[in-house]
Nanobody, 126 residues
């Protein structure tokens, strides 16, 4: 499995960014997907995740109402639309994947995921 993130950059507080993760190497529709982030000196934390079918998604409390995760099983992509960005959203954002077609709820722990991309940097200026 190979994951490539894109869409990061520098944005002012209140602005928006859309991150995209392209999946290759296996059948994307069999994989649960998630977005995670890591700030300097902090742990790898969940941002949003989505089941293999897209029927269920989960969000960290800090991003609820601002971020939306979506997937396109025809294009092998999972996106993260980030709105109303805050300086505290500054981090490296990673895409994670794990083969799982049994869970009805989205997997939120980074320990549940097996494959990772290289990350994309997001900087939100105040």
């Amino acid at each position: 499995v190979h994951l490539v993130e894109s869409g990061g950059g520098l944005v002012q507080a209140g602005g928006s960014l859309r991150l995209s993760c392209v999946f290759s190497g296996r059948t994307f529709a069999y994989y649960a997907m998630g977005w995670f982030r890591q700030s300097p000196g902090k742990e790898h934390t969940s941002v949003a995740s989505i089941t293999w079918s897209g029927s269920s998604a989960a969000y960290a409390d800090s991003v609820k109402g601002r971020f939306i995760i979506s997937r396109d099983n025809a294009k092998n992509t999972v996106d993260l639309q980030m709105n109303s960005l805050k300086p505290e959203d500054t981090a490296v954002y990673f895409c994670g994947a794990v083969e799982n077609t049994t869970q009805l709820l989205a997997l939120i722990s980074p320990f549940d995921y097996k494959y990772w991309g290289q990350g994309t940097h997001v900087t939100v200026s105040s």
